[in-house]
């Protein structure tokens, strides 16, 4: 497993970095890698492994995360008129790629996260590269990255508490003991 995601990062990692070396403007590596880690985290619930939530509320609080975060950046690019370092337009302020990196990377952290380490890290690791991407070709400043990873991990980890508080954990369980038959209801 852990093979298999220091991999994962390291082609993400070489494509956003020599695929985009010559192109500073337009459609870049960004574009595609602001959405790995939602990716990931719907790959690895079809592949099976364990996650924190059934499909139906998976599915919903990664959506959820995703409209919020999405939601919040693009009020805030569209109200603040900051031009972007290379000056085509005022709407640098945050950053809308970030914070659908960190949302998606948050997203996968709360699911998965507890079956490894590594596969936070190699999320957040896309997150980063995709920040340090949209800085590097001058369509952010720092300060927008900044915000728009705040924004992804906030609104996520916002998703994540409304939902436990809407769709509490059940847990059932059942225990024979010889002569008696203990069941236990846990919300």
Not at 149 to 170: M, N
Request: charged share 15%; hydrophobic share 45%; aromatic share 12%.
């Amino acid at each position: 497993m852990k093979r298999l995601l220091l991999i994962y990062i390291f082609v993400v990692a070489h494509a956003a970095f020599s695929v985009a070396q010559t192109q500073r403007h337009g459609d870049g590596i960004d574009d595609v890698m602001q959405y790995a880690p939602y990716a990931a985290l719907f790959a690895m619930k079809t592949a099976g492994l364990e996650s924190r939530h059934d499909w139906p509320q998976l599915a919903a609080t990664a959506v959820g995360s995703w409209v919020v975060s999405a939601g919040i950046a693009y009020v805030l690019k569209h109200n603040i008129d900051e031009w972007r370092p290379d000056h085509t337009d005022q709407h640098s302020f945050p950053s809308g790629h970030t914070t659908i990196a960190f949302a998606g990377a948050t997203a996968l952290h709360k699911e998965f996260g507890h079956l490894s380490p590594w596969i936070s890290v190699g999320g957040y690791t896309v997150a980063v590269l995709t920040a340090a991407d949209r800085l590097r070709r001058d369509r952010h400043h720092w300060h927008d990255v900044c915000v728009g990873a705040a924004i992804g991990f906030g609104a996520t980890q916002l998703t994540y508490y409304v939902s436990d508080l809407l769709f509490p954990r059940k847990q059932v369980g059942i225990a024979f003991t010889g002569n008696s038959l203990d069941v236990s209801l846990r919300w």
